[in-house]
């Protein structure tokens, strides 16, 4: 692969810096297991089962889950009464659950319920001083509150961290994140955490809430000095720095083991431009702060592999699982958090199911890699759903003098092209749309075009492609 500007990148190190980077990893971990032992946290023990269950067979994995979902279930009848309320109102008897195959005879959790009844929904043990209270930062408009127990608390980072490596991450390895407003940094709680995270897990932030030209100069020069190996990064952040970098021929950056885009659709154009102006291979991320890491791919990259010790994912549509190629709701079950239990929980984004073992040989389900917020997605008056993402990044690399586009859909028939119009915006960027839109959408559809000075992020951060008022379920 050749690396922006034109420069292939050179090799990642030699044998020596390979020695190097081994021992500085083996330092690392040495020193986060100690921490590790003082803090109480068993992440160390939970990274080695994790490592290691991974391999298993689909079969062996499905086994594990059935026996944590039973414990979890038994958990819920002797220290959860909400549950057992909630589940009695729908007639769901729980002690006919067995398998996670038995789950849908469980009602559907929904995002308003655990908003009115959070408190209600923490267990009564494990005790109040080991729940961690946290919530979501509402970029979909809703915030969310939600616990998890301290044990929880720590398998979902010691799944974190199987999954990074996957990526080339390891403990002592260089990461560079280019993610929202710092705000979004501050995750861990205590001053332990952080402290941890600078000697064992050195990293730096780039805040990508508000990306300019100078900001954009900004990362490549401290990129350039930090020397990362692994970049983690919103996808459309990321995406956009990479045209930039094009754009400008700027200097290689030293070279990456690998970029972990996240928190956005990535879809395959973008992937391509990364990957080549990067030099090294996307490994794509689905996580929810409810939830933690979802799935993420390995090295095959050929669909994102569930974090399927802890995590249940169904793919539901219209009351039945989905078929391979078929987008549905998730609904996440997770297995491990006894503090608020999460069961059939439908968090809003849409995914795909895929069949069959990856040749990676991991037994873990995998889920496709479209998966998004159910507004990056327009509905057509067929009732078809079209990554709206996709077409405005088209849109956007493709018009003539189109600095930035967004798509917003307030009803099936009409799309609005919100536009920041550049150098040689004409009647050709019409033409253009007249030519390539109806490619992508219904010819029931009509769209107009709104001039603006400017498209803000969303306060999270992240860059609002697309924004759909058209519920998808209703194409279910
Ligand atoms: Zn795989």
Known sequence: MTACGGQPNGPASGTTGEYDAMIGKTIAYAGFRAHALYEKSGIPAELGSLERSQWLDPEAIAELQNRRLRALLDHIKRHNPHYGRFWAEHGADPDTVRTTADLVKLPVLTREHIQHHWRDMISSSPPENEIILDHTGGSSGKPLRFAMDRRR?????????????????????????????????????????????????????????????ES???????????????????????????????????????????????????GDE????????????????????????????????????????????????????????????FLVTDLSNLGLPLIRYRNEDLGLPVQGACPCGRGLARI??????QTDFLVTPEGQLISGVALATYLTGHAPGIVQAQIVQEVPQELVLRLVAGE?????????????????????????????????????????????????????
Request: proline share 7%; aromatic share 12%; charged share 25%.
């Open 216 to 266: 954009m100069l900004g990362f490549h020069a401290t990129l350039t000095r930090y020397r990362p190996r692994v970049l983690v990064a919103y996808a459309n952040s990321i995406y956009m720095f990479a045209r930039f970098l094009q754009e400008r021929r700027l200097p290689p950056l030293p070279p990456l083991a690998g970029i972990i885009t996240s928190a956005e659709v990535l």
């Open 153 to 213: 608390y720590f398998s979902r980072m010691a799944s974190a961290y199987r999954h990074d490596r996957w990526s080339g991450w390891d403990f002592g390895v260089r990461t560079a994140y280019i993610w929202g407003h710092p705000a979004a940094f501050r995750v861990q709680p205590s001053w332990r955490t952080r402290l941890r995270r600078r000697l064992f897990e050195p990293y730096i932030g780039l805040d990508s809430s508000n990306i300019t030209v």
């Open 368 to 373: 496709g890699m479209a998966a998004g917020r």
């Open 424 to 476: 040689g915006y004409g009647p050709r960027t019409e033409e253009f749309f007249a030519q390539q839109i109806p490619k992508f959408v219904s010819d029931r559809m009509t769209w107009r075009i709104e001039l603006v000075e400017r498209i803000d992020p969303l306060p999270s951060g992240k860059h609002a492609y697309c924004i759909s008022k058209v519920d998808p379920a209703s194409v279910f």
């Open 270 to 329: 973008k992937r391509r431009v990364i990957e080549a102006c990067f030099g090294a291979p996307v490994f794509d991320r689905y996580g929810s702060r409810e939830t933690s890491v979802i799935a993420s791919e390995c090295e095959a990259r050929q669909g994102m592999h569930v974090c399927s010790e802890h995590l249940v994912v169904e793919i539901q549509k219209g009351g039945a699982p989905a078929q391979p190629g078929e987008y549905g709701h």
